[in-house]
């Protein structure tokens, strides 16, 4: 990137900066035409006379020019030329021209400042991108030294103030300063000793103004640091908050904070306080301008040798340097504060060892394959410290051998993995792979052609079918079609894309290397993504996440349509008694004892917050149709007595005790609040109750499920009349409720409703033994039959994995980096520990299952327990950075080898 902000700006805008200072330029003599019209107004169509040059003779006898007054005979033409008219309406052409003049004006400068604003935010936009493709283009060693949080600070809050300063970099310096010599031109012309009074304080300034302004570039350099480390501290906080809690470091953490904020508040501190002496020393500079013009000005006025409309003028001209002045200095202090922050932030994106751009961006122009052997020739690493890591590694191995690494940590196997991945670049010394050199291949060859899964994989803030397939995506393969609005808002996209040298490729396309995963379609990849899955041991898992998954039934028909079917089998089997009492259907002439009295109201699921199961009592509706029915008295009778019976049941008990789980709609903490609405009311009192505590309690029965709780209190008599408001309830619907609630049909799909709802039509009967694994294994027995487990798979596709995968467990994350590494089918997979958090069992099978899918290629495993080098053919043994040991696993698993020492150690 360019050392210089300047240069950053001429480099990429030069032509748009020469439109910019030409509409400045224009601006000036319409500028200057204004301050004649103010003396025409006052002195022609005011107090009707011109100034005329006269020749005076001096006592002396020399001969002089000097402007005299002539009284103008009207009717007058204007300016002398056109139509002739008298004074009062010779006076209003001059205003309108003056009007016209001030609206030419401002028209001039909203199209400098719209397309100020363009080029600014251009520029912005190609100054981020930059710097995002530059973090791309870190060596990885950088990132151990910087923090993501000074990374952030710098693309997003620093450099948002360039963008305004790449637009007046030229432009407002270049119209500011015309303003201010049409100004002074003006008063020059009018008379030379004003025009003296006027600048006689500037030099002043300028003398002034730079070493105050120095102090504060100065203290601005500092408070730029002291945030990025603040920042730093910030992310390092968000990362490291289990740690903090579980140690009890809050104070510690929070003093750390109030430290910093202290170092940075007396920065900021002294920049206002020098900033506002900087604003001091040039208001009141400017503000002895007038006492200048009036001093002198008058004066002169009253010898006689200066009129008032030349005075007027020329203060108004005062006036209108006042303000340009004051620009000029404000973009002085910004172009030092944009100098600094640009430099500053150049110098943090531009670490030893970037990365060139082509390895990037540049594609192959055949494709490439690894064949034949892999060789590593004389490889050296160092660390920061200059410490060795990798001491002279040489070897050759075969393209479709299954290697293990082996080593303990420190023996550099981890970093060889890398180097082989070509995540690290080595200080010296060549890695090739079927005779091409690692270094000199883009990594749209390294990035498709080998896989890398260490034991903390990252997973992105996307569905976990993104992810899995996230290696199979490197460029736009088929545009997507786009008609009318859409293709107006893509063609302005790439516009936009290129006049800011970003990437214009489209997101909307299809990037999905179907070739690369041996696959033809959509279909073909999703079928290709669940063997993945299967070959790690994910599928049951994907499997669980599609059955809490919900469809739209419009769009995916095929699966809506297999659901019912389920459901409709479902059905027949539950005709078998031993069955059915698992599950109690949905029925809507029916009270399911297995839901709440909520559910049971509603009778379907809520769509959006519109109806609050937690807080159904509180809707205006729902108080409608109670009351309609009425059941408003009854429901707050049956929340007195669940009250009574809550308070009765557990106020002796400890808040931990297992009673409060079995009836969690009432929490330890409900208790006191409780236990003062029964000892301020009796049961025959309930009609005096207060608004709100007449809602307390009847937010009680709401959450009563009679299966579960069997406190009696929703029986037979009450049933029906439930059932009465439940039909209330759907049959008055107003209009803005419609849609709020996705109502229970038999035959129709539930589109609000998960897939396992949808199937179970129906709640899980409490108090059967095992229900819910029961319940489990029948459905996957019925979708089975019916070919559709892997649909309801690919539903669990989309499933929202969260913030670095945080939705997923450890071992979730770790698997699912495996499947995203062999569903792009490499030639090279290269493992470190990668089955190092997961059960003995799950390593086991992700061990056979990988073997097994590379058959004919090559696996580079750094293994972390040694005796797991057993399974491949063969194997390096790697202490302090060399190659101690190479062979099978036959030819150094004997006494005395290092292998050997391995293994036993790890066995004791």
Known sequence: ?????????????????????????????????????????????????????????????????????????????????????????????????????????????????????????????????????????????????????????????????????????????????????????????????????????????????????????????????????????????????????????????????????????????????????????????????????????????????????????AISAHKEIGAPWKELLGYYQRQADARIKYEQVVEQFAPAGLFDEERLMSEPETPVTFEGNVNASGIILTDDQNNSVLDSVSFTLALDQKVALVGAGGSGRDELSEVLARLIEPDRGTVTFGGHDLSALPESVTGRRISYVDNAPFVFNKTLGENLFYGLKHRPLKDAEYEGDRKKERDSYVSEAKASGNLDFDLGADWVDYDAAGVPDTAGLRQAGIEALKIVGLDEDVYQFGLRGRINPETRADIADGVLKARKALDERLTDPSLAVLIERLDPNSYNTNASLAENLLFGTPVGDTFDLDRLAEH?????????????????????????????????????????????????????????????????????????????????????????????????????????????????????????????????????????????????????????????????????????????????????????????????RQKLALARAVVKRPDVLILTEATASLDTSSQARILDGLLGAFEGRSIIWGVHRPAMAERFDHILVMKGGRIVESGSFAELNKEGTALSEMIAAEAA
């Open 1 to 313: 990137m360019e050392r210089n902000i300047f240069s950053f700006i001429l480099k990429y805008s030069y032509r748009q900066q020469i439109v910019l200072v030409l509409l400045a330029v224009i601006n000036m003599p319409f500028t200057m035409l204004g301050y004649q019209l103010v003396e025409k107004i006052v002195n022609e169509g005011i107090q009707g006379f011109r100034k005329v040059p006269e020749q005076v003779t001096q006592d002396d006898g020399s001969i002089i020019e000097k402007s005299v007054k002539m009284m103008i005979e009207f009717p007058e033409a204007v300016f002398g030329i056109g139509p002739e008219f008298d004074q009062v309406i010779f006076l209003f052409v001059l205003v309108g021209l003056f009007l016209a003049n001030i609206l030419l004006l401002q028209g001039i400068k909203y199209a400098l400042n719209v397309y100020r604003g363009v080029t600014a935010e251009r520029m912005l936009r190609r100054l981020r991108y930059a710097l995002f493709q530059r973090v791309l283009r870190f060596p990885k060693p950088t990132f151990k030294k910087t923090s993501q949080g000074e990374v952030i600070s710098m693309i997003t809050g620093e450099v948002e103030p360039l963008g305004g300063f790449v637009g007046e970099c030229f432009s407002l310096p270049v119209m500011q300063g015309g303003i201010m010599l049409m100004s002074l031109g003006y008063m020059l012309i009018a008379d030379w000793k004003l025009a003296l009074a006027a600048v006689a304080l500037y030099p002043i300034q300028f003398y002034i103004i730079p070493k105050l302004q120095k102090r504060v570039n100065l203290l601005g350099k500092e408070r730029v640091k002291r945030v990025r480390k603040l920042s730093e501290k910030i992310g390092e906080t968000v990362t490291g908050i289990n740690e903090i809690h579980a140690h009890d470091g809050s104070n510690l953490e929070l003093a750390t904070f109030s430290e910093r904020l202290n170092g940075i508040y007396y920065i900021r501190l002294q920049i206002y306080i020098w900033k506002f002496i900087i604003k001091f020393v040039n208001n009141f500079i400017q503000q002895l301008g007038p006492v200048m013009f009036y001093s002198i000005g008058g004066y002169l006025v009253i010898k006689g040798d200066l009129d008032l409309g030349t005075l007027f003028a």
């Open 620 to 812: 205006p509706y729902i108080q409608e149709v109670l009351e309609k029915v009425g059941m408003t008295s009854q429901m707050v009778s049956m929340g007195y007595q669940a009250a009574a019976t809550m308070v009765e049941l557990f106020s002796d008990l400890p808040p931990d005790h297992e009673l409060f789980q079995q009836f969690s709609f009432v929490s330890a903490d409900d208790l006191p609040e409780l236990q003062g609405l029964l000892a301020q009311y009796t049961k025959d009192q309930l009609d005096t109750l207060k608004p709100h505590e007449q809602l307390r309690l009847m937010s009680l029965p709401f959450k009563l499920i009679p299966a579960r709780h069997r406190l009696g209190i929703i029986d037979d008599e009450v049933m029906p009349r439930l059932l009465e408001a439940r039909k209330a309830f759907a049959g008055n619907l107003p209009d803005n409720l419609q849609g709020a609630v996705a109502f229970f049909d038999p035959d129709e799909y539930n589109a609000a409703a998960n897939i396992q709802d949808n199937i179970l039509f129906g709640k899980i009967a409490y108090g059967q033994a095992q229900a819910q694994e029961r319940v489990g294994a029948l459905m996957r027995e019925v979708m089975s039959e019916l070919g559709i487990i892997e649909t309801v798979s690919e539903v669990g596709l989309e499933f929202e994995v969260g913030i670095g995968g945080s939705r997923l467990t450890g071992a979730q």
